[in-house]
């Protein structure tokens, strides 16, 4: 039986939230769901620079590093041996 994996791409989700889901009467979620947006990418940033192998996997789970859908798990399995 295989197992289903799901995954978020937390910043295609913090897009959808701001832009999308929340109407004209809400938008002043917007503001702090892109500074949130923002400081997750920095967060990323550092993490690339920090070089920490169980960092790096806590960023492709999250979707913070831009790599294809598909390669997530492959980077992961390869981190994590």
Do not use: W
């Amino acid at each position: 039986m295989e197992t289903l994996e799901f995954r978020v791409d937390t910043m295609a989700l913090l897009h959808e939230i701001a832009d999308c889901a929340i109407s004209q009467n809400y938008g002043v979620l917007k503001v702090p769901l892109n500074v949130f947006r923002i400081l997750l990418g920095q967060v990323a940033k550092r993490a690339i620079e920090l070089n920490d192998k169980e960092l790096h996997i806590l960023m492709l789970e999250l979707g913070l590093y831009e790599v294809e859908a598909n390669e997530i798990p492959k980077m992961i399995k390869k981190l994590s041996e």
